[in-house]
DNA sequence: TACCGCTTGTGAACGCTTGCACAAAGTCGG
DNA sequence: CCGACTTTGTGCAAGCGTTCACAAGCGGTA
């Protein structure tokens, strides 16, 4: 019973640890690894402008985040940069790279080529970033064969074979909800040890699983909050203020 | 210069503090509003199921997380509990919805009717779950007036009339990358405080306006790190567990 | 009414993340 | 070759968020 971001799992820390990148690795912090993702794009837009060399205060700016903040992140990754200079973009991107495992090509198979299936299929922004689809899956037997994005879509009956011969190793689920549990088991038994979720549900997955989940719903009302909380704001100064009329939205 | 989740800005804590819902709703941390978000969807499912009554621990189960964790994002809200018996799940559901601000409607504005925009504006779930999709948007002038999801595209250029007009409080931004940051100012300047990103960039707003992004190539990436890590992990163990033998790879 | 068993709600400890502040380390101009 | 200036890398402390563990509270039962 190991559900989404299951992290708590007492993995053993290997008793003999050379202080070696493959240590290394598993001391980052998943957010800072969420964040090198990011500082990673940042950096190839900087690749394609010419600039070879940037300061952390600066590529903190882009990335949106507090340069002790970065400095510390790359920091998990090593020491790659030069004092009084900066960072050597090129370099910094290859051994993001290496961090992210981008080394490797990840081949990815979408389940569920309905309106979102489709949107993923077609999205060129997958393939240039390492992450070729290599297969398409859908119950609908009307869609089988019918290519989408140039690949034919396969029936989800043939998950398991067609999976092991493409090399599959990320599965994304764009099923509707009542389908995602199963179609989970499918791909984790057809040896997909990494899934992406775009239905609302939770899915229970073995230990060794990784799951992320994309919650559009959750998104919105995680906006919400902030809109209410920020309207009840709003009127709590209003009444600390004077009456209970105003409607005193921001400036 | 408020970056993307820019939490850490000096809101004074209002002298006058009746320890009331408003100021509450503000003590809520972030990762625990998502988490209320899906305990909020689990809910529902069990209302239609017609079970009246939940524990923390099944609860828990069903939302994938520690049954702790549960009571202490439940207590953010208040007690609503029933020692020895559990929660009344409709009763947990109203408090939730109050709570997240969905007793009222959030109209939105989806900018970029590309691949993701026609998958976003053709998806019932957000109508369903109080989020009506009020406005489409496009620059595309073969696009405008054509109507997706029954919902006829406007061009960008009316932007501030349309979501003035529609009251939008929510922005979606499904354009290319290079067209975001624009789109976003010009979703700030109509008056939305909300934005929903989905195009891989990092979008400067004010303090005021709340961003929350959906990345994928991010999140891929992220299950890329686990897939290289895992194997990394693999690779070290059979050097070292020769000798020490743990050599508990996956099942 | 008094007791028992079950489940909540929460104080406190713990661990992870963040942010600060500064020594170390490098560049560059002279 | 040296000294001033810039920027990295990191120890440390503060802040959050998570988890534990248990007293308090409630319903059911005799
Ligand atoms: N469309 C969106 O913008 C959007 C937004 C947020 C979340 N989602 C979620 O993404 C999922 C897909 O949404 P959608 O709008 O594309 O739905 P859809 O109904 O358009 O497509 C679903 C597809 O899955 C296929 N399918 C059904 N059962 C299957 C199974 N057992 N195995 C394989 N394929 C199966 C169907 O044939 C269909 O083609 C849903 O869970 C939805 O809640 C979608
Ligand atoms: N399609 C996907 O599955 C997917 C996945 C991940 C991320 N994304 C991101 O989502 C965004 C949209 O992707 P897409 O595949 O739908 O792209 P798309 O090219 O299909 O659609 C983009 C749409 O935006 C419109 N547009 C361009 N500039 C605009 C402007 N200034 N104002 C208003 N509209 C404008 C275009 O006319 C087009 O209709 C991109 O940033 C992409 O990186 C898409």
């Given at each position: 019973?190991?559900?989404?971001?299951?992290?708590?799992?007492?993995?053993?820390?290997?008793p003999?640890?050379p202080?070696?990148?493959r240590?290394?690795?598993?001391?980052?912090p998943?957010?800072?690894?969420?964040?090198?993702?990011?500082?990673?794009?940042?950096?190839?837009?900087?690749?394609?402008?010419?600039?070879?060399?940037?300061?952390?205060?600066?590529?903190?700016?882009?990335?949106g985040?507090?340069s002790?903040?970065?400095?510390?992140?790359?920091?998990?990754?090593?020491?790659?940069?030069?004092?009084?200079?900066?960072?050597?973009?090129?370099v910094?991107?290859?051994h993001?790279?290496?961090?992210?495992?981008?080394?490797?090509?990840?081949s990815v198979?979408?389940v569920?080529?309905?309106?979102?299936?489709?949107?993923?299929?077609n999205?060129g922004?997958?393939?240039?970033?390492?992450?070729?689809v290599?297969a398409?899956?859908?119950?609908d037997?009307?869609?089988?064969?019918?290519?989408?994005g140039?690949?034919?879509?396969?029936?989800?009956?043939?998950?398991?074979s067609?999976c092991a011969?493409?090399?599959?190793?990320?599965?994304?689920?764009?099923?509707?909800?009542?389908?995602?549990?199963?179609?989970c088991?499918r791909?984790?038994?057809a040896g997909?040890q990494?899934?992406?979720?775009?239905a609302?549900?939770?899915?229970?997955?073995?230990?060794?699983?990784?799951?992320?989940?994309?919650?559009?719903?959750?998104?919105?009302?995680?906006?919400?909050?902030?809109?209410?909380?920020?309207a009840?704001e709003?009127?709590?100064?209003?009444?600390?203020?004077?009456?209970?009329?105003?409607?005193?939205?921001?400036?």
């Open positions: 019973m190991a559900a989404q971001r299951g992290e708590g799992d007492g993995v053993v820390t290997s003999e640890a202080a070696d990148v240590e290394r690795a598993r001391a980052i998943e957010a800072a690894v969420a964040r090198l993702a990011v500082y990673l794009r940042v950096l190839s837009g900087m690749v394609e402008q010419g600039v070879t060399t940037i300061s952390s205060e600066e590529l903190a700016g882009a990335a985040v507090n002790a903040k970065l400095r510390k992140d790359l920091s998990y990754i090593g020491s790659y940069g030069t004092r009084g200079v900066g960072y050597d973009v090129e910094l991107v290859s993001i790279e290496r961090i992210l495992g981008l080394t490797r090509k990840h198979a979408v569920g080529i309905g309106n979102l299936g489709h949107a993923l299929a999205y922004g997958f393939p240039s970033r390492g992450f070729p290599a398409l899956f859908d119950i037997p009307d869609l089988t064969g019918v290519p989408v140039g690949i034919p879509v396969n029936h989800i009956d043939d998950i398991t067609v011969e493409r090399e599959v190793s990320i599965g994304v689920i764009a099923t509707p909800p009542q389908a995602a549990q199963a179609v088991d791909l984790v038994s997909v990494c899934i992406l979720n775009f609302p549900v939770v899915l229970q997955v073995p230990d060794y699983v990784e799951v992320r989940k994309v919650d559009l719903a959750v998104e919105m009302q995680i906006l919400s909050f902030h809109v209410a909380r920020r009840d709003a009127a709590g100064d209003v009444v600390n203020g004077i009456g209970v009329d105003g409607v005193v939205i921001r400036p």
